[in-house]
């Protein structure tokens, strides 16, 4: 029996026929799920209803959907659709995404963001429940449940590199989603999980943890690492602060400074020599042979279920090598 895989597409694919080629390959294949994030492009539950009517297996998520986007309500309502529509074969990621999406996207303030997912999770668990929503809010109104049959069998993950939010994730949710999170720290990160879980008592079972890891895969080694290097240099510079602070907290302050310093200029796309490391503890990427060996040592290392983002601007021809190299 193969070990659990599933696959993702980094947000800036935005082309609808790479990403529901993606989707339909990773079903052939029997890839295990198909993932998609939510930023400021698609609706990411409208195209996971279009990839569930053209697949017939593989489990479906959002990777994430952001808790400053939508109400609890529509949030367990979308889930609840996709549930139906897919047979089953939804999982609802949630994460608390980043300011500049929460106030420069949807215009929502952006305050204590595990506060705001212990709400939005509590409220959505329950109305997929088939129960009236626990208003915290609007105290004053009639709590609704929704129209539909219950649905609480749909796993929640949460997505999340701070300590509270990992612990958080082990406290009220199915599964924990880290990206960028250095693979030698699972093992924090699951003692983390534990420590959440204890909250809920004893009987509480530990997430799946589901590592979302930026993944190229070509047949030239070069190129592998080239591309592997736009990843981390990307999110390490162009992304806003977050990264940076993360994984240099995380232990590795003086690489994510030799990667900052090389990229001064727009598009450079650099990992020094000295910043290697980097890649090994963040990505996979390779030949076939290198990147598979390198997904090893990631599942070596707890990821029970690793998610391989594949970046943007593919050829279809690159899709479907990707794939089935590392299926």
Excluded at 140 to 149: D, E, I, K
Excluded at 236 to 258: D, N, Q
Aim: proline share 7%.
């Amino acid at each position: 029996m193969t070990a659990p895989l599933a696959v993702s597409l980094m947000p800036l694919e935005t082309r609808r026929e790479a990403i529901l080629r993606a989707a339909t390959g990773a079903d052939r294949l029997g890839y295990d799920g198909f993932f998609l994030p939510e930023t400021w492009a698609h609706d990411t539950t409208v195209l996971l209803a279009e990839a569930a009517v053209r697949t017939t297996q593989i489990r479906l998520g959002s990777c994430i959907l952001g808790v400053w986007g939508r109400s609890a309500a529509t949030i367990a309502m979308a889930a609840s659709t996709l549930h139906d529509i897919s047979g089953g074969r939804f999982t609802l990621g949630l994460g608390a995404s980043t300011a500049q999406l929460a106030e420069g996207l949807h215009d929502v303030p952006f305050r204590v963001p595990t506060d705001r997912m212990r709400r939005v999770i509590t409220q959505v668990r329950a109305l997929l429940k088939g129960e009236r929503i626990p208003l915290t809010t609007a105290t004053g109104a009639r709590p609704l449940r929704l129209n539909l049959p219950p649905a609480p069998d749909v796993p929640i993950w949460i997505a999340g590199l701070a300590e509270d939010s990992i612990r958080l994730a082990g406290e009220l949710a199915d599964g924990w989603i880290p990206f960028l999170y250095p693979r030698s720290r699972l093992v924090e990160g699951k003692g983390l999980l534990k420590d959440g879980a204890l909250r809920a008592g004893a009987e509480r079972v530990v997430p799946l943890i589901c590592p979302s890891i930026p993944t190229v895969v070509a047949a030239d080694a070069a190129e592998a690492r080239a591309g592997a290097a736009w990843f981390v240099s990307f999110y390490l510079t162009s992304m806003g602060p977050f990264y940076a602070r993360t994984i240099s907290r995380l232990g590795f302050e003086k690489e994510v400074r030799a990667v900052v310093l090389a990229n001064t200029t727009r598009g450079s796309a650099i990992v020094p020599p000295e910043a290697d490391v980097l890649l090994e503890e963040l990505t996979v990427y390779g030949t076939p042979a290198e990147a598979r060996a390198r997904l090893a040592r990631w599942q070596a290392a707890g990821a029970e279920l690793p998610i391989l983002l594949l970046p943007p601007r593919l050829e279809p021809r690159q899709i479907d090598f990707a794939l089935e190299a590392l299926r």
